[in-house]
Nanobody
Framework: QVQLVESGGGLVQPGGSLRLSCAASGSIFGIYNMGWYRQAPGKERELVARITSSGSTNYGDSVKGRFTISRDNAKNTVYLQMNSLKPEDTAVYYC?????????WGKGTLVTVSS
């Protein structure tokens, strides 16, 4: 049984930073794409960033230049460094991983950007 557990969310002031982590555990042979998505109240879930097994990255337009995704394959972990946070970044952030032949989602971590 594979599980993804996110951490690092919380309350931060506009202009601040947070670092999210998502670790996979269980019976894992290989992790391919890893990604972060977010869903704000009343909105659809959207791509924030994703990273392939070779390290290629792409970002949603609203976070380019502010957020950075990275991965540690030895720890089965993906990170999201979020800088210059804005109130509109407030959302539940979910990680997603393609592990072996299946796709898995974490349960989400809440990020609130407010003064």
């Amino acid at each position: 049984q594979v599980q993804l557990v996110e951490s690092g969310g919380g309350l931060v002031q506009p202009g601040g930073s947070l670092r999210l982590s998502c670790a996979a555990s269980g019976s894992i042979f290989g992790i391919y794409n890893m990604g972060w998505y977010r869903q704000a109240p009343g909105k659809e879930r959207e791509l924030v960033a994703r990273i392939t097994s070779s390290g290629s990255t792409n970002y949603g337009d609203s976070v380019k230049g502010r957020f950075t995704i990275s991965r540690d394959n030895a720890k089965n972990t993906v990170y999201l460094q979020m800088n210059s946070l804005k109130p509109e970044d407030t959302a539940v952030y979910y990680c997603k991983m393609v592990i072996d032949d299946s796709m898995y989602w974490g349960k989400g971590t809440l990020v609130t950007v407010s003064s």
